[in-house]
């Protein structure tokens, strides 16, 4: 099993700041993944964390506002930048299914609000 | 353009009886697709996940269809408790495990 941690857990902010996201893996993972909920919306992907390489975003989602860092392979931040209201959302991270197991993991998200 | 759809209405069930969930898709060509359990202001619990060459997947009350000509899973609940109540996500695999999600059915079980 993968436990995942997130930091913090929850957070309220002033729009123009910036926030970082911390998520522990207590495994060593390949990928890490970073997913955003706004109010009433399904999980959206925003990228795709790998160790030793840029991250890679989805369509609609910039590096510029969300910069990650990813320096090892159980550790990885995403910042959500020049914050506005419209950034309000729970981020969740999860990490790579190994093609043998079954199951899928995602930490226990941050809830952020941005005022 | 790519859909994941959920029913938007909650599903409002009797105890004892079996919920039944839909999640139909276009566009994707999924090898996996997995469920979710979502409780208000928490991140999603994985549920089960099934192979597109997997017809069925059961876990405990739990049942999962798969039906890759439709494009539809379907999601059971059999012998619904209260502590089911909870919004369910439909989640497919599309390459290097990243998932899209659709945006969950509510299922509330009435004592």
């Known amino acids: 099993s993968a436990v995942i941690s997130q930091k913090p857990s929850r957070d309220i902010c002033q729009r123009g700041t910036s926030l970082t996201i911390q998520c522990q893996v207590d495994?060593?993972?390949?990928?890490m993944f970073w997913y955003r909920q706004q109010p009433g919306q399904s999980l959206t992907l925003i990228a795709t964390?790998?160790?030793?390489?840029?991250?890679?975003?989805e369509s609609g989602f910039v590096i510029d506002k969300f910069p990650i860092s990813r320096p090892n392979l159980t550790f990885s931040t995403l910042t959500v930048s020049n914050m506005s209201p419209e950034d309000s959302s729970i981020y969740l991270c999860s990490v790579d299914r190994d093609r043998g197991r079954e199951t899928q993991y995602f930490g226990p998200g941050t809830r952020l609000l941005v005022l | 353009s790519q859909k994941i759809e959920q029913n938007s209405e909650a599903l409002n069930i009797q105890e004892g009886k079996t919920a039944t969930l839909t999640c139909n898709y276009t566009?994707?060509?999924?090898?996996?697709l997995q469920w979710y359990r979502q409780d208000p202001g928490r991140g999603p619990v994985f549920l089960l996940l099934?192979?597109?060459?997997?017809k069925e997947k059961r876990k405990e009350r739990l049942k999962v269809t798969f039906d890759t000509t439709l494009k539809q899973s379907l999601f059971h609940i059999t012998a619904s408790q209260p502590a089911d109540s909870a919004t369910y996500l439909c989640a497919l695999e599309y390459g290097n495990n990243r998932l899209a999600f659709g945006k969950g059915n509510q299922v509330v079980v009435i004592p």
């Open positions: 964390a790998n160790q030793g390489s840029e991250a890679t975003y």
């Open positions: 566009n994707y060509s999924p090898a996996y």
């Open positions: 099934i192979r597109e060459n997997e």
């Open positions: 495994s060593q993972v390949t990928m």
